[in-house]
């Protein structure tokens, strides 16, 4: 365990994201019927609105809104779709609640109308690969941008997963998804990356990625870790469904604190703000590293 760097990511329209002084909970509200952990709990915009405040009050310093399910085997949703699903629930959050909104989305004209509602963090599971325009989008807004690890659409990440040294090639592919985002426009201070466990990975890959976050880290920009419900838990507790996946989720969430994760993105907000206060006071054992200049 190695002391953790502080950042300041600026957002639009409000005080920067402080990253490193505690860990940030990142709550997830899928606005589907299909999510692989939650399909349909909050597909209703009136319900998803409700459990977004719940959200807050349980202790989530972001809300992280996503309208297409993105599970292995996944169809692609037109944007069309995706914006009647996200974009009520986005602008009604962003009135009533106090935290940054993200919009989970990789397509262009979803993230540049989500902005345009409030969201001020565009969470993209490709990388800035799937759509040209998005790295424009998200510099035109002025957001956050949250770039996370993967290889190919849902339908065949799976083929994709073929590594000879799985950890190494996430960090150099991470970099390049910097690289793309700079050359849009995107400034670095305000990048974040995903090592997107369960994407393009096998169990063996996403657990040997959370072990070496720290080599991830070394890049220098905060890390974000999504290991809420995934099935490479499976491996260590057996085949069990999403829902009965969330003590193993609290001990990946406590090795990615403890391994310098920034913000975790879970389902179950009131008891991961419990399981990362812990770890955190770990952390504070070894004490922060102040980020030199990069933001």
């Known amino acids: 365990m190695h002391p953790r760097r502080r950042f300041a990511i600026p957002l639009p329209n409000r005080a920067p994201l402080a990253l490193g002084e505690r860990t940030l909970v990142m709550g997830i509200l899928n606005v589907t019927p299909d999510s692989f952990a939650d399909g349909g709990l909050h597909f209703d915009e009136d319900a998803a609105v409700t459990a977004g405040i719940r959200m807050v009050e349980d202790g989530a310093d972001i809300i992280d809104v996503g309208g297409e399910s993105t599970r292995p085997g996944a169809e692609t949703l037109p944007a069309e779709a995706e914006m009647r699903r996200v974009l009520p629930v986005v602008e009604r959050l962003a009135r009533e609640v106090d935290v940054p909104i993200s919009i989970d989305t990789y397509k262009a004209v979803v993230a540049r109308e989500a902005c345009a509602r409030g969201a001020a963090i565009v969470n993209d599971i490709s990388g800035l690969l799937f759509d040209g325009a998005l790295g424009a989008a998200i510099a035109e807004a002025g957001a956050a941008a949250i770039l ?28 390049g998804a910097v690289e793309r985002a700079v050359a849009a426009g995107v400034p670095r201070e305000r990048i974040v990356l995903d090592p ?65 994760a920034h913000i975790v993105r879970v389902h179950r907000v009131r008891e991961m703000v419990d399981v990362v206060r812990v770890a955190d006071r770990l952390t504070q054992e070894v004490g922060p590293v102040a980020d030199p200049g990069q933001g």
């Open 196 to 260: 997107g466990f369960g994407f393009a990975k096998r169990a063996e890959h996403s657990y040997a990625v959370l072990a070496g976050l720290e080599r991830i880290a070394a890049i220098g920009r905060p890390i974000l870790s999504g290991p809420s419900r995934k099935s490479f838990l499976k491996r260590a507790i057996g085949d069990r469904p999403p829902a009965s996946r969330d003590w193993a989720t609290a001990a990946a969430v406590t090795a990615s604190v403890l391994l310098g």
């Open 148 to 175: 996370m690890h993967n290889r190919g659409h849902s339908k065949d990440m799976y083929r994709e997963a073929v590594y000879a040294d799985v950890v190494g090639e996430v960090a150099r592919e991470l970099e």
